[in-house]
């Protein structure tokens, strides 16, 4: 697969503190990377060092084949970035704004002035393309942020925080945005987030930074695999089950633990292979069964287990043996 | 070594003077410094003794000025009449660092706008993350600063040149200006101002936050053209054209010594530390 995001052992201190430290990751071509941690953790230190903004203290990176530390201008022309303020200038116009990161990036002066208006009518900003944008609400200085990141047709994207203050409508916009991006034009999207469940609705790959270090990298459900070797079973008994049906769940071969949690029985098994046998003994002990579905584990449970974990607490399956 | 991207750099230009146009607090004071140092001071020092009247000003009173300036600085002919010498001294000589107010000011006005006034209204970041060079980006902010300043300079120099004229020309019965000093003081020492008024505000604009910051203390400058005109003004030193050239050359080694380090201070990962 073409890997257009790499770095090794990238690193950058300020003072004292390493901001990022010894990151190893890679991106490839159409993947959607969303970087998670909390702030401060480095998401937007590692965005800057990938844009040649910041020169790594110890590391390298490359992005497109090239190194962000000498060929930072280079990679800005073919990367868009969205901060996570969207640095707009409020006493122009959405047009005039548009017109100038055109020119900045090179946009021959022909195809302009049409692709401006293609994107001020995909983001919904046509009737308003020539009021100043200070007088915008947040939402469409934030779509207009979005259109200005896309105006050179850029490989890569950077976004900053793309759905932070935006209302549940406007969020949505944003995301189906991105998977578009993705899936139908094929952009690389490199996505710093607070937002697990967007996180998990968008992307391929997650990496978890914490205190400048990555914590984890994988798809949602590697993570998951990795943290959680057992699998969770629900069991509906339509109320709490009784003694002999406890029982018999717990004796079952291939059962590590079980919770109730109202009407449902919660058993934690080694294999998923368990459970034709253990729907059988629980019905064999008199138990009525009115669902059984697999609990997965969400990027959020994921994310705050290694959150748990970082803060020295016990590893997540070790409480469901207890 | 790719070329350099002017489209881009023209493209700054352009949008930080639309920006000046619409902020009243960054282009009002450049336009209203001209307007009282090259028009109305002007127009009352050379017409005020006409209005007085004759009676009011005798040789005796201009003689001792005229004493201490070098022979052959002041074009003063030898019949002309108190007003006309007080009208000459004034706007050809008295005048002069009056005058150089104005580039200093306004390229400190617009350098503290262009730089400090992206970090203030939360757009240098993005502008950092544009493919644009950091000689190309210290390039295209000096070039918001510098070209406004010349420019503003000259029409002041074309405008003071018709007032001063038209002003004094029933008195001194010619046209009397501009004199050989205003050469070199119009397109050598004024355009070293502009230049070292920039570098000044650069360097401070690397850690002032906001635009008044900055320009204040680009406005420093002013301090040793008013110990000029305090000078002039007490008959202790006079500027003639070679000593005029001198000190241009002082401020032009200045000035670009100031943009010099203001290049490395203004570098891109120094600037987004401090977003």
Redesign the interface.
């Known amino acids: 697969m073409d890997t257009v995001i790499v770095t090794k052992g990238l690193s950058r201190q ?1 003072g004292e503190n390493w901001a990022v430290r010894d990151l190893n990751l890679s991106v490839a071509r159409g993947q959607v990377f969303g970087f998670l941690g909390p702030n401060g953790a480095g998401k937007t230190t590692t965005v ?1 060092l990938l ?5 790594p203290s110890e590391g390298a990176a490359s992005v497109l084949g090239m190194d962000p530390a000498t060929d ?3 990679i ?2 073919r990367a868009g ?1 969205l ?1 996570e ?8 116009t959405a047009r ?1 704004n548009l ?3 055109g ?4 946009v021959p002066e022909k195809v302009l002035p049409g692709r401006i208006d293609a994107l001020l009518t995909r983001f919904g900003l046509q009737d308003r393309a020539d009021d100043k944008t200070g007088a915008y609400s947040r939402g469409m200085k934030q779509r207009l942020a979005i259109a200005r990141a896309l105006l050179h047709d850029p490989e890569i994207l950077f976004l900053d925080e793309p759905t932070s203050g935006l209302d549940p409508a406007a969020s949505r916009d944003v995301q189906d945005m991105v998977q578009e991006l993705a899936q139908r034009h094929g952009h690389t999207i490199f996505m710093c987030t607070h937002n697990l469940v967007e996180a998990e609705k968008l992307c391929d790959l997650v990496g978890v930074i914490h205190r400048g270090s990555l914590r984890a990298i994988g798809s949602p459900a590697q993570l998951a695999r990795e943290l959680w070797r057992n699998t969770l079973i629900e069991i509906d008994l339509n109320g709490p089950p009784d003694d002999s049906v406890r029982q018999a769940a717990q004796n079952q071969r291939g059962v590590v633990g079980m919770e109730i949690e109202g009407d449902l029985l919660v058993v934690e098994v080694s294999d998923i292979e368990v459970t034709p046998s253990l729907v059988q003994t629980i019905v064999a002990a008199g138990g009525q069964i009115y669902g059984v579905r697999k609990r997965d584990h969400g990027l959020e449970d994921v994310y705050f287990a290694l959150d748990n974990l970082e803060k020295g607490n016990t590893h997540p399956e070790s409480k469901a043996n207890a | 070594m790719r070329d350099w991207n002017w489209r881009g750099m023209w493209a700054i230009v352009a949008k930080d003077l639309t920006q000046v146009r619409q902020n009243t607090m960054v282009w009002l004071p450049m336009v209203i410094l001209p307007v009282i140092l090259q028009i109305v001071l002007p127009l009352v020092m050379i017409l005020l003794p006409q209005i007085v009247g004759e009676a009011a000003m005798d040789m005796q009173e201009v003689e001792p000025l005229l004493a201490m300036i070098p022979a052959g600085l002041i074009p003063v002919a030898e019949n002309s009449s108190p007003e006309a010498v007080w009208i000459i001294l004034t706007s050809c000589y008295m005048f002069a660092p009056f005058f150089l107010i104005i580039p200093l000011m306004v390229s400190s006005i617009l350098a503290a706008d262009s730089i400090v006034g992206e970090k203030e209204r939360n757009t240098l970041e993005g502008l950092l993350y544009t493919p644009l060079t950091d000689q190309e980006l210290y390039v295209a902010k000096t070039l918001v600063s510098i070209l406004p300043a010349l420019t503003i300079t000259l029409v002041s120099f074309v405008l003071y040149t018709i007032v001063v004229n038209a002003a004094g020309y029933a008195v001194v019965g010619r046209i009397f200006f501009p004199t050989p000093i205003w050469w070199p003081l119009v397109f050598w020492l004024a355009p070293a101002l502009s230049v070292a008024g920039l570098g000044v505000t650069v360097l401070i604009s690397s850690r002032a936050k906001t635009y008044m910051q900055a320009q204040q203390a680009g406005g420093l400058l002013v301090l040793p053209i008013v110990a000029w005109m305090g000078a002039q003004a007490t008959g202790a030193f006079f500027m003639g054209p070679g000593l005029l050239m001198l000190v241009g050359l002082f401020v032009w080694a200045l000035g670009l010594w100031l943009i010099w380090i203001g290049s490395k201070t203004l570098s891109r990962s120094n600037l987004i530390s401090r977003v």
């Open positions: 300020f800057r844009n040649g903004l910041l020169q930072g201008a280079q800005r022309a970035v901060t303020n969207p640095s707009l200038y409020e006493a122009l005039e017109r100038f990161v020119h900045v990036y090179g």
